[in-house]
């Protein structure tokens, strides 16, 4: 079954540094694979995805993600943090018959310090 | 822009009571999904439909049931809810079946049972 893992719980970073949040999952196929950014009291927006061809990809926000098969990894990369980007962020993975279903990793909260 | 609206923003229930949270898409999307997120655990996959009347249990679905009578509809049961459904419960909609069709989430609804 496909699985997503998000090692880190809570990053901290300082305005203006750059953020890497780790994402790595679990599927036998190429997977579809998606992360999403909840603000506080918020539901979840679509940052970026990856279904297949360049294995970097840009998403809203200045956001921009990696997919590496060797590694099954899918880290989401930010050169310069603002403090606007604190918040709780997610990876996902599509599953089912169709793919029209999400398995999400744990999540990573991310704080921003000024 | 896709607008998924769940009708209440916070519930406080007794346990025993029976609980039905509301959800409403106003794009006329085929897939509608209820998730319910726990700190440390992501989002889960409870159940979802991908047409009127038509159902599939998720990952966690004991002790909910779901009813889809309308295409912009779907509602979320507890016929008995218990202190461990304390949880928040997020809604979310997809236009198509296909894992090319991306997820837009509701607000969510915070439910405490006690």
């Known amino acids: 079954a496909q699985s997503v893992t998000q090692p880190d719980i809570h990053i901290t970073v300082s305005e203006g540094a750059s953020l890497e949040l780790r994402c790595n999952y679990s599927?036998?196929?190429?997977?579809?694979l998606f992360w999403y950014v909840q603000s506080p009291g918020q539901g979840l927006q679509l940052l970026l995805k990856y279904f297949s061809g360049d294995t970097l990809v840009q998403g809203i926000k200045g956001f921009e993600a990696e997919f590496k098969r060797s590694q099954s990894s899918f880290n989401l990369r930010k050169p310069s943090v603002h403090w606007s980007d604190a918040a709780e962020y997610f990876c996902?993975?599509?599953?089912?018959?169709?793919?029209?279903?999400?398995?999400f990793g744990a999540g990573t909260i991310l704080r921003v310090k000024s | 822009d896709v607008k998924v609206t769940q009708s209440s923003r916070y519930l406080v229930k007794r346990t025993g009571e029976k609980v039905f949270l509301e959800c409403v898409q106003d794009?006329?999307?085929?897939?509608m999904f209820w998730y319910r997120q726990d700190p440390g655990l992501g989002l889960r996959l409870i159940y979802f439909?991908?047409?009127?009347?038509?159902?599939e249990k998720g990952d966690i679905p004991e002790g909910y049931s779901v009813s889809r009578e309308k295409k912009e509809r779907f509602s979320l049961i507890l016929e008995s809810a218990s202190t461990n459904q304390t949880s928040m419960y997020l809604c979310?909609?997809?236009?198509?079946?296909?894992?090319?069709?991306?997820?837009?989430f509701g607000n969510g609804t915070r439910l405490t049972v006690t």
């Open positions: 599927y036998g196929a190429t997977p579809y």
């Open positions: 794009m006329d999307h085929e897939n």
């Open positions: 979310a909609s997809s236009l198509l079946t296909s894992y090319n069709s991306p997820l837009h």
């Open positions: 996902a993975v599509a599953a089912g018959e169709y793919g029209n279903k999400l398995v």
């Open positions: 439909s991908y047409d009127v009347k038509m159902k």
